[in-house]
């Protein structure tokens, strides 16, 4: 008797609860399924910490960039590289304004003849409207698009997608 009520409850608590799980999950957003690399996806969160730490803390923007950049450059399939992609917009765009505690010359980048320059503010605002832009169309449900797309505003505005013909 009593495993058969035991059964019975079980089975009703089951039933009870199924709906809920069921509604808890169609509020999970569905994507296409994207294999990460663990160990990848670990030191990308950990140069971006490092990066939100030198934008927001320290006002370090080459340091900011160049953890950005080696996000964006090593693991296309980072969970937040859209975080990355506005950080390196925004550091861009800031150093093309001088702002910060790091001077843009200190930013290194090395060209076809492997000799290393720095970028014209021209150049950083260039760069600046395409990480920007890359967010906007490569990432429409980010967090950080209503910020990316002010800043485009005075950039000229989102940069043209390259259509092939």
Request: proline content about 5%.
């Amino acid at each position: 008797m009593k495993k058969v009520f035991l059964i019975t409850v079980i089975a009703l608590a089951l039933f009870v609860m199924a709906p809920a799980a069921a509604w808890a999950q169609a509020a999970a957003k569905q994507g296409p399924d994207v294999v990460r690399d663990p160990d990848m996806e670990k030191d990308s969160l950990h140069n971006l910490e490092v990066a939100r730490e030198y934008f927001k803390l320290r006002k370090a923007y080459v340091a900011a960039l160049q953890r950005c950049e080696e996000i964006i450059a090593g693991n296309v399939t980072f969970s937040k590289i859209d975080e990355a992609l506005y950080i390196a917009g925004k550091s861009n765009l800031y150093l093309s304004e001088g702002k910060g505690k790091q001077k843009p010359s200190l930013y290194k980048r090395t060209g076809a003849n492997l000799q290393k320059s720095t970028l014209t503010p021209e150049e950083f605002r260039a760069e600046a409207r395409a990480y920007l832009s890359q967010l906007i169309d490569g990432y429409p449900d980010s967090k950080f698009k209503s910020e990316a797309m002010e800043d485009l505003k005075a950039l000229g505005g989102p940069k043209p997608k390259d259509i092939k013909q």
